[in-house]
């Protein structure tokens, strides 16, 4: 038994339970952001396999098709590939578990993974399953979350869950959700993991909200996350009720730019690194 084995079992799950139609309508104006940053750091050139990890609705897999590669989307969740090959019935998706690649060795050029490692149980063995599937020379790139003081829409859920609940919950514990947000960690895991030219950097984006959507944060951190989604079902009922009233006031009052529209600030952080030659 791994440390983590019980947060595993909770992710997967809890990735079996959201419909990929959902969390598409509630991830596609932000996550599909990160891809080009991604396949900057971890090219998908002319005729290069690659590899979309933990794919969800299949973001990823056309810009690497559009550079001319052969991509394929892999992800642990049968209603994320199911809607993924609803959306783009031209792509090749596969059923996988980022701990245990059923891919032999050195078959890749390129491995993306946009938004994925944070919910792995043991990233480092997901690090090494990706090295032994790259090529010599192949490249890898990950995107996680900043930390929450520079993504308000998981700063103000733990804000309001202090507030009116608590985040003492009995929940399996997991890795640090922000373990990658830090440069340095990043570095040094990705490294030790046997990856050089590791490189790193932050992507901030600002996408327009919907003032008269006042469960924007409810609905997508149902849709499309496990964490979140588990903390806030582990408050009370009254707890839950008050943290859901206090996120649509931030939608009635809150996140708003000099125009007085509201306006919401994400911080992406974008690692990528390459298998050695030799
Ligand atoms: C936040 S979603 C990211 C989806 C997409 N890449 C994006 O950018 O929106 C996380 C994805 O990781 C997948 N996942 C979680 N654990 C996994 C594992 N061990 N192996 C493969 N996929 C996994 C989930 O099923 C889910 O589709």
């Not at 010599?136 to 733990?158: E, H, K, M, Q, Y």
């Not at 730019?257 to 919401?264: D, L, R, S, V």
Request: negative net charge.
């Amino acid at each position: 038994m791994g440390e983590f084995d019980a947060f595993k079992k909770v992710e997967v799950e809890g990735w079996q339970k959201i419909q990929g139609e959902k969390y598409h309508n509630a991830a596609k104006v932000v996550a599909p952001l990160a891809i080009p940053h991604l396949l900057d750091l971890a090219p998908a050139f002319p005729g290069a396999k690659v590899m979309v990890l933990a794919c969800g609705p299949g973001y990823g897999v056309t810009e690497a098709a559009e550079c001319g590669a052969d991509p394929v989307g892999v992800d642990i969740s049968e209603p994320m590939l199911g809607y993924a090959r609803v959306l783009f019935p031209e792509h090749r998706f596969e059923w996988g578990d980022a701990e245990q690649l059923n891919y032999q060795d050195a078959s890749f050029d390129t491995v993306i993974c946009s938004f994925g490692v944070l919910h792995f149980a043991y990233p480092q063995k997901v690090f090494s399953e990706v090295r032994r599937v790259l090529k010599p020379g192949g490249r890898f790139a990950f995107s996680v979350w900043g930390t929450p003081d520079r993504n308000p829409f998981f700063g103000l859920i733990l804000q309001a869950v202090m507030k009116h609940g608590s985040l003492n919950v009995s929940l399996p514990q997991g890795p640090d959700m922000f373990l990658f947000a830090n440069h340095e960690n990043s570095k040094t895991i990705l490294e030790k993991s046997g990856f050089t030219s590791v490189q790193t950097r932050d992507v901030e984006v600002s996408v327009k909200g919907d003032e008269s959507d006042e469960d924007v944060f409810v609905r997508n951190a149902n849709d499309a996350t496990v964490r979140t989604r588990l903390l806030l079902e582990a408050q009370s009922e009254p707890a839950r009720e008050a943290i859901f009233e206090e996120l649509r006031d931030v939608v009635r009052n809150g996140v708003r730019n000099g125009e007085g529209t509201m306006e919401m600030p994400f911080c992406m952080v974008c690692i990528g690194g390459q298998k050695p030659v030799k």
